[in-house]
């Protein structure tokens, strides 16, 4: 028997014959009746919410409409100097249309080293939660493969407002699929050493730009009535 034989029926005998589901006792006997959410913001209260918080992790928060879009993308890559952007398959084209730069697009066997040579990144998302300061992609056309936003030393990534803006994490949860690929991001990657000197860029993207763009997707602007 495996180690992992041991640890699995130790767990199966502490949840007890299961009814029906798999872990359908366990979910039964967990209470879920706690807050999802802290006060009551309006949508436009939770969309500067998540604003301060991005920036509170250092991300670069940036404010347009959706007609603004296109010239305040070229602007933040030409200011990086980008000359090279990796591009997800579903990537609105609109949304490149005044940038100075070449296109790569996200190739399944596109090497680390290949991906390296792209000076940035720039991709949509599934959610933003506005409690934590957080943008939540989960491997859709426009956000492209995981590894697209961890290789390059700059991603841009642009939220839909409101649509796409979530109180909390409980409620991004429920939004969410988890059977997708989940990467959460709170500001660009970071560590510290034991005496916290902050060390940017060690496994993702040194710089992170975030786009809050209101009109880019009237389909979604009213999935959310409150934060």
Do not use: F
Not at 37 to 44: A, I, K, M, Y
Not at 51 to 67: G, K
Not at 180 to 203: F, K, M, N, Q, Y
């Amino acid at each position: 028997m495996s180690s992992r034989d041991i640890v699995l029926g130790r767990i199966a005998r502490a949840l007890g014959p299961a009814l029906g589901k798999p872990y359908d006792a366990y979910e039964a006997a967990v209470d879920r009746g706690y807050a999802d959410r802290h006060g009551d913001l309006t949508v436009e209260q939770t969309v500067d919410l998540l604003a301060e918080n991005l920036a509170d992790y250092r991300a670069l928060v940036h404010r347009t409409e959706a007609t603004g879009l296109p010239e305040l993308l070229a602007r933040l890559l030409a200011a990086r100097g980008a000359r090279a952007v990796l591009v997800p398959p579903g990537l609105p084209p609109g949304w490149l249309a005044a940038a100075d730069a070449v296109r790569v697009p996200d190739l399944a066997g596109s090497t680390p080293a290949e991906l390296d040579r792209a000076d940035s990144v720039v991709t949509g998302c599934a959610l933003a939660v506005a409690e934590t300061g957080t943008i939540v992609l989960d491997g859709s056309p426009d956000q492209g493969r995981r590894r697209i936003t961890l290789v390059p030393d700059h991603h841009v990534c642009v939220v839909r407002v409101p649509g796409q803006v979530v109180s909390s994490v409980p409620r991004a949860l429920r939004r969410l699929d988890p059977l997708r690929p989940l990467t959460w991001i709170s500001g660009p990657s970071a560590t510290s050493d034991i005496e916290l000197d902050r060390v940017e860029g060690v496994h993702g993207p040194r710089t992170l730009e975030v786009v809050l763009v209101e009109g880019a997707d009237r389909a979604c602007a009213g999935t959310i009535t409150r934060g």
